[in-house]
């Protein structure tokens, strides 16, 4: 008689999410994991009181309906607590930074020279009117927006690193449409089909949608609206997925049996 229905190779969220799904509609099922964590990127530490995560870093999206929602809903036990990001930090020689979210905010980031950061204020208002005036930016990357003749290598290099950080892609790939949804600029920053749900993201939406771009530009005071962090690190989700994994699931981890 065979012991499993299915196995599972790899116990990170997919992996355990996969197990999870297959276990609570009836499966038998083994976990096989070569390293020694589960989670593998999505997980958390801590160094000198931070709190660090290892690959996510929040989940954006996180609306009904949603991929993770539908399986958070549905299969988990009990659901991690999800808090409003707050805000981003640059790490530099004099201290933390906070990363900009308006324009006053490019315009005193003291860690670009003065000029640098006038052109960018310049360029970013131009992109911010174009969007508002209906011109479709998903096909402009940041890169092709700024006059990089003028602009300092430091620029060049914090723009960039910018991108990765939002978008996963270089400023060469990444659009200035990209860049407004995920610096909270536009509306796209905040999902309808969640806020209408009148629950926590409610009162978000409503403050959003009162003023038009060009007023967020000059007034906005988050990176975005619509990313959430579960309490107690990205670890706090692969910790609900194992809690709720039922018995029928074996995971072995380098070959040693765990439950
Ligand atoms: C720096 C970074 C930032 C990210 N930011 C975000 C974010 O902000 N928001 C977001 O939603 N996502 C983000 N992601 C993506 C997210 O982390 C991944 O999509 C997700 O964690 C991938 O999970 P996974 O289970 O598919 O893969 P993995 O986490 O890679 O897990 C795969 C597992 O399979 C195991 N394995 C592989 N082969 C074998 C084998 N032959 N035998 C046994 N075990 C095996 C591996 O050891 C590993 O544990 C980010 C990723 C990174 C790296």
């Not at 390293?35 to 009904?64: F, M, W």
């Not at 790490?91 to 052109?119: A, H, W």
């Not at 107690?232 to 018995?247: E, H, M, Q, R, T």
Request: charged content about 20%; some cysteine; glycine content about 8%.
């Amino acid at each position: 008689m065979k012991k499993y229905d299915s196995i599972v190779v790899g116990g990170g969220i997919s992996g355990l999410l996969s197990a999870l799904v297959l276990s609570k509609s009836g499966k038998k099922i083994l976990v096989l994991e070569r390293n020694e964590n589960l989670g593998n990127n999505c997980n958390s530490y801590v160094v000198d009181g931070y709190q660090v995560d290892t690959g996510p870093h929040a989940i954006t999206q996180l609306r009904k309906g949603g991929p993770l929602t539908y399986l958070m809903d549905n299969y988990l036990d009990y659901i991690p607590v999800f808090v409003d990001y707050g805000e981003y930090f640059i790490r530099t020689e004099n201290g933390l930074k906070k990363v900009p979210t308006d324009l006053s905010g490019y315009l005193t980031m003291d860690i670009l020279p003065r000029k640098d950061r006038l052109i960018i204020a310049q360029a970013l208002t131009k992109m911010l009117v174009m969007w508002q005036f209906g011109t479709d930016l998903s096909k402009t990357s940041v890169y092709e927006c700024l006059p990089w003749d003028n602009l300092s290598s430091d620029t060049a290099d914090f723009t960039d690193t910018f991108c990765y950080f939002l978008s996963g892609r270089s400023m060469k790939e990444t659009s200035v449409q990209r860049m407004f949804v995920g610096g909270g600029f536009v509306e796209e920053s905040i999902q309808k089909d969640i806020a209408h749900e009148k629950n926590q993201y409610y009162n978000l939406y409503e403050e959003a949608k009162k003023v038009s771009y060009v007023s967020r530009l000059l007034n906005n005071k988050k990176v975005s609206y619509n990313q959430f962090y579960p309490r107690d690190g990205l670890k706090a989700i692969v910790n609900a997925i194992l809690y709720s994994l039922p018995k029928t699931v074996e995971i072995k981890i380098n070959g040693i049996v765990l439950t």
